[in-house]
């Protein structure tokens, strides 16, 4: 599935530029159309070791209106998280009706991460994928939109920037999750992970969107994009496109 | 399903206090277990109104560990959390491991009774059942003990219990009013909880119908099939791993990150 990606997809960071405020301008008009009609949003990204999910998670949220949204970074359980069972800490923060919870990695960690690092059990792995599924589906049935982004780079790519880190601290963002160039050497098994991962979780109430990842700037494009068309179509095309929206209405002229 | 139910069944005093007495002491034994082997523990007590759920769970905790265990009085959702789907109260109510939680009233009753006024569609209704069916399982997944126990009434029993209750406590009018409305559509009651015992009785979490007549058999049912289940699921004392506070789970792992 991964290999049909071109990852060669590029954007200049000036055709970027150009296009943003557009569509920061219209994400924030859905935004406060899916708060006003009280639709639940759920953003998650996974991704590849420096495959930029925090770049992403930057770059969508800068389009929101903070008291709408929660940014959650999910990182290993904590002791007190394994005394309940695994889904229990993600239940605890599903978005309220109208709010927006943008997920930097997530539920996926189990059936990727704890099962490569042979952190769980087999049984322990192979079970997530149907709590994986009944979850999103009580929360798309409930009403949430789920969005699901995963963020694609090569092998080459990935060394390349897990290095730049190395010579260039104010990169270093790039590696902050610890124990990156350890996974970076289980690639194979990852890659393994993550196709059986994307397949099995492809539900047509929470679909996937691989993004190419190699330019940051189409990055960041698709997944903006993406985000607007699923707000868009989850509230039936109702909300009239930025451009209108912006526009002051013509002063009527007292003479008509 | 509920009209086989035998409701005939009944205890005489003195057999009640010697069950009673055994089965408490058991009960006692095994929450130490429980504390011991750290699973966690669900019970989960529905029935009709008046069918004395509240008594017996002062029953049930009456010589517990009152830090092992907590009680949950489930009647209605509170307002902000019917902003979520409807099982994140419950996700958050878990026991921890090595805890007991009762709950008295549970994710079954907002189900029911949307089911019983007709508020949601039949589909609605199944996917209720579903998820609940999918909680539950996750529940059994992780090592939680989980009880289900379906407290019966017959109807004329749940009458004289009503009048009783409207002539001498001092309770407001609402609820007996309430209370009465519900009575009266007795024969919707019956269908849709057979349904719902029907559907959400799994291999998991089976449900254990309760004859609630008389309250000396309820009590001693309850608390003996409560045992049944713990001393089945939980390791006996003198087993090597049942000694160790630590869960066996995470025992390794923990052990490995350090390295």
Known sequence: ?256 | MLDTVDLSVSLDQETYLDEMEHEQTRLKRLAGQVDKQQRPVVAVFEGWDDSAKGSIIRHVTEHLDPTGFTVHAISFLPPDEINHPHLVPFWERLPEQGYIALFDGSWYTHPLIENIKGRCSPEEQERAYREINAFERQLVDFGTVVCKFWLHTGRDVQLRRLEDREQRSGESRSIIEQDWFDAAHWDDYVKAVDDLLLKTSTLNAPWVIVEGNDEYWAHVKTLETLNRVLAGALLKPSHPLAGSKKPKKTKNKNKKKKQ
Not at chain 1, 161 to 182: F, H, I, N, V, Y
Not at chain 1, 188 to 212: F, G, K, M, N, S
Not at chain 1, 231 to 236: I, K, Q, T, Y
Request: some cysteine; glycine content about 6%; proline content about 5%.
């Open chain 1, 1 to 256: 599935m991964l290999e049909n990606i071109d990852l060669k997809k590029s954007l200049s960071q000036e055709d970027y530029r150009e296009e943003y405020p557009h569509l920061k301008q219209r994400l924030s008009t859905l935004q406060s159309a899916c708060a006003a009609q009280g639709i639940p949003v759920i953003i998650l990204f996974e991704g590849w070791d420096a495959a930029g999910t925090n770049a992403a998670v930057e770059a969508l949220s800068a389009c929101f209106d903070p008291h709408g949204f929660t940014a959650h970074s999910i990182g290993e359980p904590k002791k007190q998280d394994r005394r309940y069972p695994w889904m229990r800490r993600f239940w605890l923060v599903v978005p309220h009706r109208g709010a927006i919870a943008i997920f930097d990695r997530s539920w996926y960690r189990r059936v990727l991460d704890d099962r490569v690092l042979k952190r769980v059990s087999y049984e322990e792995w192979r079970k997530g994928f149907r709590d994986i599924v009944d979850f999103e589906q009580a929360l798309a049935e409930d009403g949430t939109l789920i969005i699901k982004f995963f963020l694609h780079i090569g092998h080459k790519e990935q060394k390349r920037r897990l290095k730049l880190t190395k010579s260039k601290p104010s990169q270093a963002w790039q590696d902050r999750r610890p124990g990156a160039k350890k996974r970076h050497k289980k690639y194979d098994q990852y890659l393994v992970a993550i196709e059986e991962a994307l397949e099995r979780t492809e539900t047509p109430w929470a679909p996937w969107t691989i993004v190419a990842a190699t330019s940051r700037w189409h990055m960041q494009k698709t997944i903006l994009e993406t985000a607007a068309g699923r707000l868009d179509r989850a509230l039936g095309g109702t909300v009239p496109t930025g451009d209108q929206f912006t526009q002051a209405p013509e002063p009527e002229s007292p003479d008509a």
